[in-house]
């Protein structure tokens, strides 16, 4: 069965640090991962996802996740932080041995940018 | 880019009475599309699976009388919350996926249920 842990529930950067989301993945099977955000009373808008191409895998508004199969991680970085970042971000593997296009989402972390 | 609608955005109930939340995937068809389901300051979780011209898949736990789901056509899915109670207030979120098999979907904006 696979599993989505997310390390942190809330996260506070300032405008302009780097943002570093931790996500922890647990599957018998070759993972396709997900991140998605979400600002509030909306729904959720896909960052990026890794369905085992390249390990670096870039995403839209400048955020990119590695997937380190030795680590089990799925970390979602973004250089420099902007005010619009602020939000609910879900990491989320799919389940199952093939794409059945099930999702498991994480606890989520709550993005928090100071200005 | 593909879009995904949900109907109404929001809306308030009183206890006892049925809620029926509409999803639609405006500029795509969709084989597939899932419910999920978010309480507050949570993550989401799958309802159930609904697949355009057949019964819909739920999850363990989720009672299939209580929300019923149709799947009429490949770009519109309703979910429809039966004898509603206050713990069936929620955010409902669908997603739609074009392709069986494919790791694309796309999901709505949310329905968020208010049962009084």
């Known amino acids: 069965a696979q599993s989505v842990t997310q390390l942190g529930s809330h996260v506070s950067v300032s405008e302009g640090a780097l943002v570093l989301l931790r996500c922890n993945y647990s599957s018998s099977v070759p993972p396709y991962l997900f991140w998605y955000v979400q600002y509030p009373n909306q729904g959720l808008q896909l960052l990026l996802k890794?369905?085992?191409?390249?390990?670096l895998v870039k995403g839209i508004n400048g955020f990119e996740a590695e997937f380190k199969k030795s680590e089990t991680s799925f970390h979602l970085t973004k250089p420099s932080a902007h005010m619009s970042d602020a939000a609910e971000y879900f990491c989320?593997?799919?389940?199952?041995?093939?794409?059945?296009?099930?999702?498991?989402f994480g606890q989520g972390t709550t993005l928090q940018v100071k200005p | 880019g593909a879009v995904v609608s949900q109907h109404p955005s929001w809306v308030i109930c009183k206890s006892g009475t049925s809620v029926k939340i509409e999803c639609r995937s405006l500029d795509f068809q969709a084989t597939t599309m899932f419910w999920y389901r978010q309480f507050p300051k949570q993550s989401l979780m799958l309802m159930a699976t609904?697949?355009?011209?057949?019964?819909?898949?739920?999850e363990q736990g989720v009672e299939k009388d209580k929300f019923l789901i149709n799947h009429a056509s490949l770009t519109l899915s309703t979910l429809t919350v039966t004898s509603a109670h206050p713990e069936d207030s929620s955010f409902y979120i669908c997603?739609?996926?074009?392709?069986?098999?494919?790791?694309?979907?796309?999901f709505g904006p949310g329905t968020r249920l208010t049962v009084t």
């Open positions: 609904s697949n355009e011209g057949s019964k819909a898949t739920y």
């Open positions: 989320a593997v799919s389940r199952g041995s093939s794409n059945t296009g099930k999702l498991i």
């Open positions: 890794y369905t085992s191409a390249a390990t």
């Open positions: 997603s739609s996926q074009p392709l069986r098999g494919s790791y694309e979907q796309y």
